[in-house]
């Protein structure tokens, strides 16, 4: 990203409108083949910067904002703008899809281009993120680019739900060609579109990784406390993520039944921003990117200096209105291929411009390497895991099959009846494992003994759905807590005869709406909290019903 913002200052000369541009290449070249071969030269004079700016990145003592001119006041806040006019055949080359080789998709990609003015995505954001979490991630991109095989690339993770999972991406006036990966959500949607167009806009080379944590059915509420307690999927571990984007919409918080909308996306986002950024306690948190489609003003106040807000809806919409499959969509359903690839558009762009002018108005210091944190932090990131107990099965989750399941409950199984690890497909691909009650009455006990650290929050993921199989389904979760050991001092005190404290609750496993969904119940177990060393048991019974499915289930300090 930086290399790229270096390369496209030095060639600011190239200063034609957006529209005008791109609308000329219909006129001065009739023939898709002739339009790529004249983006392919644009893009060889814009690869020729790249190794200068490598250079300067490598040079000793230099920072990630060394390879960009200095440029401070007007400059800075117009430079983003001025740039992604200057180019625009760039931006369109890198948005080809690598499942399009000829490129049968450039002359519908410009027009959506088109759509898009640079002043719209610079009015999207309303927010900029905290200087320390943007200088983390550009000193990873400088590493990445000047010694790749020494360092990782730099980490994203998004979270959200069918729309950033790629539900209808689909949909487009274009042709997709049958089998191929452009139909695939996890392929179509803007995730993906989005680490390809960075990598592209680097000279090819994969300076950026996403993974697409979304899945269909979620909201914020079941995100936040995976990210609190560092569990994520192997190819974020152990570091994390070095950015995490939220990019939950209305319609998803709509398929929980939300009282009041607004109030329970700020509610749950305020929560959200509290997770992470005390889940790397050893270091710096991730940057938070927030892309919002209610443009609700609220939550630019919640996120102002903590988070990347992009509020994307009205530039979106209007791309969406430009293609035929989607004219009549509204924006907080499903907005197809145009839409996905637009927002790949607008976040590159936002990061752009804050990197512009965090470079503009930062110090030296801001981009040197943070002092060590102190030796007795315990970090996720360095073993110090807060949870005694936690498992989330997905696609995305920390175990995606039955088998995984069964390997990782049964050394804390003390008792079950009826309960097992099972996958079916009637509640969609991000729901098809979990552990399951198959017969009435099932129930299951884990056991841990003398737990090495406290446990406060116990948190659950569970299915509630409306199929004939879910009906009438309810659990009941009761957890047990017994303290063994009380020290003071030199002297400790045999608690072998303290009493089981207990916490109980129950779950419902359907609902009346017709939509599928992974339902987290959190609780805080303040005064009841187990204490290390304390022995703890988990009861789950199927109460009524004949069946329930759960997800995921966390034991954590």
């Not at 009841?528 to 329930?548: P, W």
Request: hydrophobic fraction near 40%; aromatic fraction near 8%.
């Amino acid at each position: 990203m930086v290399v790229s913002l270096f390369a496209i200052f030095l060639m600011a000369a190239m200063q034609k409108t957006f529209v005008t541009y791109l609308r000329g290449q219909t006129r001065r070249q009739r023939t898709v083949e002739g339009t790529i071969a004249s983006l392919a030269k644009n893009r060889r004079r814009f690869s020729a910067y790249l190794p200068g700016a490598e250079e300067e990145l490598a040079r000793e003592g230099a920072t990630a904002c060394s390879a960009l001119p200095a440029v401070g006041g007007e400059e800075a806040a117009d430079a983003a703008r001025h740039l992604w006019t200057a180019f625009a055949a760039d931006v369109l080359a890198a948005s080809r899809h690598p499942d399009d080789p000829s490129y049968s998709h450039m002359i519908w990609t410009r027009k959506m281009l088109v759509e898009l003015s640079p002043s719209a995505m610079a009015g999207s954001i309303r927010s900029r993120p905290p200087p320390a979490a943007l200088a983390r991630v550009l000193r990873t991109v400088q590493k990445r680019l000047t010694h790749p095989e020494a360092n990782p690339p730099l980490r994203v993770a998004v979270v959200g739900g069918s729309m950033a999972e790629g539900r209808g991406c689909d949909l487009a006036s274009v042709e997709v060609p049958e089998g191929s990966t452009m139909a695939n959500p996890i392929y179509c949607a803007w995730p993906y579109r989005f680490e390809q167009l960075m990598n592209s806009m680097l000279g090819g080379k994969k300076v950026v990784e996403v993974t697409n944590l979304a899945e269909d059915g979620t909201d914020t509420a079941f995100m936040t406390p995976l990210l609190k307690s560092w569990i994520y999927p192997p190819s974020l571990l152990p570091q994390g993520p070095d950015v995490v984007v939220n990019a939950y919409t209305s319609k998803d918080f709509r398929g929980y039944g939300a009282a009041s909308l607004l109030g329970t996306m700020r509610d749950e986002m305020a929560a959200f921003f509290e997770a992470v950024e005390s889940s790397s306690p050893c270091g710096e948190p991730p940057l938070i990117v927030r892309l919002d489609d209610t443009g609700d003003d609220a939550m630019a106040s919640i996120e102002s200096g903590r988070a990347l807000l992009v509020q994307y809806g009205d530039p979106i919409a209007k791309v969406i209105s430009a293609d035929e499959a989607t004219k009549e969509v509204p924006v907080d359903i499903d907005f197809g291929m145009a839409g996905h690839l637009a927002l790949s558009w607008v976040l590159s762009f936002a990061l752009a411009d804050v990197t512009i002018r965090h470079c503009a108005s930062s110090v030296l210091e801001d981009l040197q390497t943070p002092d060590l944190p102190p030796t007795e932090c315990q970090d996720p990131s360095e073993g110090g895991q807060p949870c005694v107990f936690a498992w989330f099965a997905g696609p995305m989750g920390t175990v995606s099959r039955p088998s995984q399941i069964q390997q990782y409950l049964l050394p804390h199984v003390f008792q079950n009846t009826g309960w097992q690890p099972s996958t079916d497909m009637s509640t969609g691909f991000s729901r098809k494992s979990g552990l399951v009650a198959i017969e009435p009455g099932a129930s299951i006990t884990f056991r841990f003994p003398s737990i090495q650290r406290e446990v406060r929050h116990l948190n659950l993921m569970t299915l509630k759905s409306n199929g004939d199989a879910w009906v009438g389904g309810k659990a009941r979760f009761a957890l047990l807590v017994k303290e063994n050991k009380v020290g003071t001092g030199t002297e400790e005190v045999d608690g072998s005869n303290s009493q089981w404290q207990e916490t109980s609750f129950t779950i419902d496993g359907s609902h009346e709406s017709p939509t599928h969904i992974t339902y987290h119940f959190g609780v805080d177990l303040e005064d009841n909290r187990a204490k290390a060393g304390s022995d703890v048991e988990l009861k789950v019974e199927l109460v009524e019903g004949f069946s329930f499915k759960i997800l995921g289930m966390m034991l954590c300090s």
